[in-house]
């Protein structure tokens, strides 16, 4: 776009009159060896794997008489499954870079790009009001010049408690902000700040004034928290309820106030009856809007738990946009996911340590990593589009952007919104942005399918950074030492899977859509990069191998029919290999990125928890969808922490409250393993046969070992989190009855 194109030529001008660079890229050559070499070894295995499975089929009849062809071909078919989403996964690790970033060297303040901030939520009640207005006062208190800053609240529940809530965080950001530039606070979270963190800890060395400034500050603050907190548990909705619908609502707070950001609020006019898009559609309603007060060149995106953890994030990410190298196609700068509620343990693998140390840094080395939702600073032209000069036909514009002459305007060259020019004018603005924010705007515009954040999946990050890549952009990743952002993980079981399930359901959504990666994205982007949106989008279907594994092989054993070589054959060997390798390498891959050997099993367990759970019915679920058997639905994941659940996870034990079809999936297979076990093992010590079924013991006996929390909470445990005896009674029963037809389709 000819406007965001002339404004970032200026400031990369700027940039480069300090001739040294803004970033360097390094290539992590022996990590990308060593993957490799694997690579190349655990195939070549692989190879002599489908060798073995397929040679059975050409064998003598009474040779395999033994062994009934159509096990053999389930457990044949999921090894195939597996081996190629685990190929796919292989081209993140084919190229990792590490970045070096240079602050110092950026332009002056007054050359710096404005930057607008976008936070959503959608319900007081799950994301409490207090928590939302920490991350807008963090994201107000960023190390960049204030006047240039400009924070935007969607607020989808129409609650008043937010628009409160934002009137008196601004208020209390009037103290805070000089207070943290003054004294050089680094964490500008108000909450985290006096609840003890880093810059607490050395107050009496900065001297009585600060003490004293701190604790005037403090006071203030508390009554903030108070009035916030009184405020969201009388909160209400604008016009009918929270979920129901409102008409568009939008207010700008502090524009008086030259030497601070704005605070802007808006809530969009919901109708049950008008498709609203969930969080894609919130935020292209805030581009919109932006688009009139402010039109800002970078757009930085934040979920309302996700507080800003250290105020240098927006000058590191304009080391990447300023820089000239990268700057002509680069669309966003992703940092990860941080959260500050780990435990030590971390039995749910809340870290997804693997996305951001793998998936995302080997992407990095590519054409950049994947559009995550949350912590990315995005160039606004990218998401317009189209490229837009000063003679485009407004017919056509209006057929993309909609019928608002006056936002059309805003995407010119020459249009400079200035609010501050006294009530009328921002009035005027306000009229136009509730229009903007209408819910029958989108209506016959390409808003969601061409223009702005992609609406055919409730992955909408993910669809809309391939799609940005598959356009020609790319992106980097910025991986500081300190955690720029820091969020609220998921504490409890039922939240992870409830949110996995959502996950699964939104990847396949592009899977199985008119954007699935081997349709539309070999001829638009670097081959391996399209691979990585191809793995992405497909391994939700690891439930089927994982399926597979978890009871073909085990109701064999259980009636003794061999799957696997004996142990004196030299194809043991390979198997063995594999699996050993495979578990080999994702441990070195943990240990490398500072876990540990506790990590890797936890991370282990949960894959394989979400494999027959989440991924099973997330898949589905996008089925169904795609057929039209039900509609897309979105759950904002739960903000409010139960202690009763908190104190389980702190001690690392599973807390199995969660939906009764989910759980007795997983007890049944944990029972069905556990009979195949015993039986096989009772089976080798009677008729010796061991060299035979071995392998299926062992497999048994390993999925019992990651499934040991199951079995603590059947048998063990008492407290309110273990599994309820009618659930196990259930569970035993149905595995019964699948041992018992298996029997009978494998014997007879």
């Known amino acids: 776009m000819q406007k965001f194109t002339l404004i970032s030529t200026r400031f990369m001008k700027k940039a480069m009159d300090n001739s040294l660079p803004l970033q360097l890229s390094h290539v992590r050559k022996s990590i990308s060896i060593i993957n490799r070499t694997y690579t190349l070894i655990h195939s070549t295995a692989l190879t002599a794997l489908f060798y073995y499975r397929v040679s059975f089929l050409f064998q003598n009849p009474e040779t395999r008489s033994q062994t009934p062809t159509f096990p053999w071909l389930l457990v044949f078919s999921g090894e195939l499954i597996l081996y190629f989403i685990w190929l796919l996964g292989q081209a993140y690790r084919w190229r990792y870079v590490t970045r070096t970033l240079f602050p110092e060297r950026l332009p002056d303040d007054k050359h710096l790009p404005a930057i607008d901030v976008f936070i959503c939520t959608a319900d007081p009640k799950r994301e409490p009001t207090y928590g939302v207005m920490n991350t807008v006062i963090s994201a107000m208190a960023l190390d960049y010049p204030p006047e240039k800053l400009h924070v935007y609240i969607s607020d989808d529940g129409g609650s008043s408690a937010t628009l409160y809530g934002m009137k008196e965080a601004w208020a209390f950001a009037r103290l805070w902000l000089p207070f943290c530039c003054t004294h050089g606070i680094k964490t500008r979270c108000p909450e985290v700040f006096f609840s003890g963190a880093e810059d607490d800890k050395d107050g009496e060395l900065r001297g009585n004034v600060f003490l004293e400034e701190r604790q005037k500050i403090k006071i203030e603050f508390e009554l903030f928290r108070e009035r916030v907190m009184r405020a969201n548990e009388n909160c209400g909705a604008w016009g009918d309820s929270i979920n129901g619908g409102h008409a568009p609502i939008i207010e700008v707070i502090g524009e008086e106030e030259a030497e601070m950001p704005i605070l802007v609020y808006v809530s969009r006019e919901k109708r049950p009856s008008h498709p609203h898009h969930f969080k894609a559609g919130a935020l292209n309603v805030m581009l919109r809007v932006s688009s009139m007060i402010s039109s800002s060149p970078y757009i930085l995106v934040l979920d309302c738990d996700m507080y800003c953890n250290d105020p240098s994030s927006a000058r590191q990410a304009m080391c990447c946009h300023l820089d000239p190298k990268l700057s002509p196609s680069l669309a966003f700068v992703q940092f990860p996911q941080k959260f500050h509620n780990i435990s030590s343990n971390d039995i749910y693998d809340s870290l997804i340590r693997s996305a951001f140390t793998t998936v995302w840094e080997g992407m990095d080395g590519l054409d950049g990593p994947v559009l995550s939702g949350t912590g990315f600073y995005m160039k606004r032209v990218a998401l317009y589009g189209t490229s837009i000069q000063d003679d485009t036909n407004i017919t056509e514009l209006r057929q993309s952007f909609g019928y608002s002459d006056e936002f059309i305007k805003s995407l010119s060259q020459k249009y400079k919104p200035n609010i501050r020019n006294g009530r009328d004018s921002l009035a005027a603005i306000l009229r136009e942005a509730q229009l903007l924010a209408s819910c029958q705007f989108e209506n016959q515009t390409k808003w969601g399918e061409e223009v702005g954040f992609l609406y055919r999946s409730v992955c909408e990050d993910v669809l809309t950074g391939y799609n940005l890549h598959c356009k020609g952009w790319t992106s980097v990743l910025c991986l500081p030492s300190k955690p720029q952002f820091l969020g609220s993980s998921i504490t409890n079981l039922n939240d992870l899977l409830v949110q996995s399930t959502r996950w699964a359901s939104g990847l396949v959504d592009i899977g199985i859509s008119k ?142 409250r969660i939906s009764k079809a989910v759980l007795t999936s997983m007890v049944t297979l944990v029972v069905l393993n556990m009979a195949a076990f015993i039986a096989g093992v009772a089976r080798v010590i009677l008729f010796g046969n061991w060299e035979k079924l071995l392998m299926q013991v062992l497999l048994s006996l390993h999925i019992l070992i990651m499934g040991s929390p199951v079995l603590e909470g059947m048998i063990v445990r008492k407290d309110k989190g273990r599994i309820p005896y009618s659930i196990t009674l259930f569970s035993v029963v149905l595995a019964m009855v699948i041992l018992t037809l298996g029997s009978v389709v494998l014997l007879y």
């Open 515 to 656: 954007f699935c990666p081997f349709l539309y994205g070999p001829l638009k982007t670097s081959f391996l990069q399209n691979i990585c949106y191809a793995e992405l989008s497909f391994f939700p279907f690891y439930f089927l191998p994982v399926w597979c594994f978890a009871t073909i092989p085990q109701l064999c054993l259980f009636n003794g029919i061999p799957l696997y070589p004996e142990v004196s054959s030299s194809f043991f060997i390979v198997f063995a290999f594999i699996f050993l390798s495979a578990l080999s390498k994702h441990l070195w891959e943990v240990m490398s990125t500072g876990g540990s050997i506790r990590t890797w099993s936890n991370e282990q367990r949960i894959w394989m928890i979400k494999s027959v759970t989440s991924y099973l019915y997330g898949s589905l679920d996008a089925i169904m969808k795609r057929f039209g058997m039900r509609n897309a639905s979105f759950s904002p994941t739960n903000k409010v922490s139960n202690s009763d659940r908190v104190k389980l996870y702190q001690m690392g034990k599973f807390d199995f």
